[in-house]
């Protein structure tokens, strides 16, 4: 039989052990356990396929979900010559002897497929030298990435390939892939019906992983069914899947910040533990969790940035662990605070506004005249001093002469912006008096 992840079994030597996970390599699409948004019957490969009409393609998803499996396959459904290449181990040479093998191999009458594992490793220069032979059918390329490959594939690159997306193994899927090995074994995994549920989890959505642990417990000799303490006892959980400067990381803060946005401190919490859970530096953190406040909270709550500030210091008195619980009371306390992002707005057409008004100079009436050219100039005349108004408050206008009065700030009803909302209409009223 075959594996869900990989080549054809080597049947040269029947006698060597063969893991599990090599065993149960599928041997064609149908056996593939899940990604059936891209193999089921309406799917884009299985359409493509249907239609005789493969292209070029990019694998996008995490370890251990069959993106190296469903390119041999392809090669076997569209009887093209597999080739298989990881990106960090070969170079420019490695490259050309590939290209140049594809040629021949074109050149008597079979095609190649060539599956490039970790293809956004390769840099710029190299995707490069993958276009001339994709556009003139020496290859047809499947990379395979667990990096967005909008951020780390060449434009070229994509503009001649369709990326479909692999996803995690779901539980229903990872039960499948738990039958299939107990039928291959011939034994029934020694787990009480929890534990079961726990060996699961620990997978991860990873079936490769998956087929590693349940190798382990076939071996074992035990004389009733583990329950899930037992079998933490014998098994490392395996660690989740986080790489701190790929898409994990933009995705788990990505969660993090639009939990506190949406006013819901539970998931803020999940996510942030999540993250250090995944190694991720608590200082990062704590400057996300500031710019949160910055953001989303606003004049709503001005208090909000200064507990920010003040977790952030306490965690960097304290050290971890301790400091943690400082920088998960701001953001439960971000999380439940009143949110504006009004100033965040007004700043950005401010910025907006500036390019488009180019060099225009303030009006003359708010510009200082230390020199008696200057005052000559007219610098300054006319300046009305608040301090001396009615209210506190002259009206003039503080926008280059000509200028239509934009209005960039518009409070929110919430929080202390409420306040500030009845303040800039008592002005806005004043103004207009001033103008009359």
């Not at 948004?37 to 493969?54: F, R, S, V």
């Not at 006319?382 to 003039?396: L, T």
């Not at 000509?402 to 700030?409: C, L, V």
Request: one cysteine or more.
């Amino acid at each position: 039989m075959a594996d869900l992840f990989g080549n054809a079994p080597d049947t040269t030597h029947t006698t060597a052990h063969r893991p599990l996970a090599d065993r149960l390599r599928p041997q064609s699409l149908d056996e593939v356990i899940g990604q059936q948004q891209i193999l089921g019957p309406d799917g884009p490969l299985t359409i493509m396929l249907k239609g005789g009409a493969l292209s070029s393609l990019i694998f996008w998803g995490p370890p251990g979900v069959g993106k190296t499996t469903i390119a041999r396959l392809l090669a076997d459904e569209t009887d093209l010559h597999f080739v298989q290449i990881s990106a960090i181990f070969s170079g420019v040479p490695e490259l050309r002897r590939v290209f140049d093998a594809a040629k021949i191999r074109r050149q008597n009458g079979q095609g190649t497929l060539l599956f490039v594992d970790e293809i956004h490793r390769f840099n710029k220069a190299q995707q490069d030298g993958f276009l001339p032979h994709m556009e003139d059918g020496t290859i047809l390329l499947v990379g395979a990435t667990t990096e967005n490959p909008s951020f780390e594939l060449n434009r070229a690159v994509l503009s001649r390939s369709q990326v479909l997306v692999l996803e995690r193994l779901p539980h229903e899927d990872l039960e499948r892939l738990v039958a299939r090995a107990e039928a291959e074994l011939g034994v029934t995994l020694p787990l009480e019906p929890a534990a079961r549920q726990s060996l699961l989890d620990m997978a991860d959505g990873d079936g490769r992983a998956l087929l590693n642990l349940i190798e382990q417990i076939a071996a074992w000799s035990v004389d009733a069914p583990l329950d899930q303490s037992m079998l933490a006892k014998r098994l490392s959980k395996r660690a989740a899947q986080y790489d701190k400067g790929g898409d994990a990381h933009f995705n788990l803060i990505s969660a993090l910040h639009k939990s506190v946005r949406g006013s819901d401190p539970d998931a803020a919490l999940y996510w942030f533990a999540r993250m250090l859970e995944g190694g991720e530096d608590p200082r990062y953190l704590a400057r996300r969790i500031t710019r949160m406040a910055v953001e989303d909270i606003g004049l709503a709550d001005p208090q909000a940035q200064a507990i920010c500030l003040q977790s952030w210091e306490t965690f960097e008195r304290l050290g971890s662990p301790e400091g943690e619980l400082a920088l998960a009371q701001a953001l439960t306390y971000l999380a439940l605070a009143p949110k504006s992002n009004a100033a965040y707005v007004a700043y950005k057409a401010a910025r907006k506004s500036a390019k488009a008004t180019g060099s225009e100079p303030p009006p003359k009436h708010i510009l200082n005249a230390p020199t008696a050219m200057m005052k000559d100039q007219g610098f300054g005349d006319g300046y009305a001093y608040d301090h001396d108004a009615e209210d506190g408050f002259s009206g003039q206008n503080y926008f280059p002469d000509g200028m239509a009065r934009p209005s960039f700030y518009t409070p929110v009803e919430r929080g202390f912006e409420r306040d500030l909302k009845k303040r800039q209409d008592y002005f806005i009223k004043l103004r207009a008096k001033r103008e009359s």
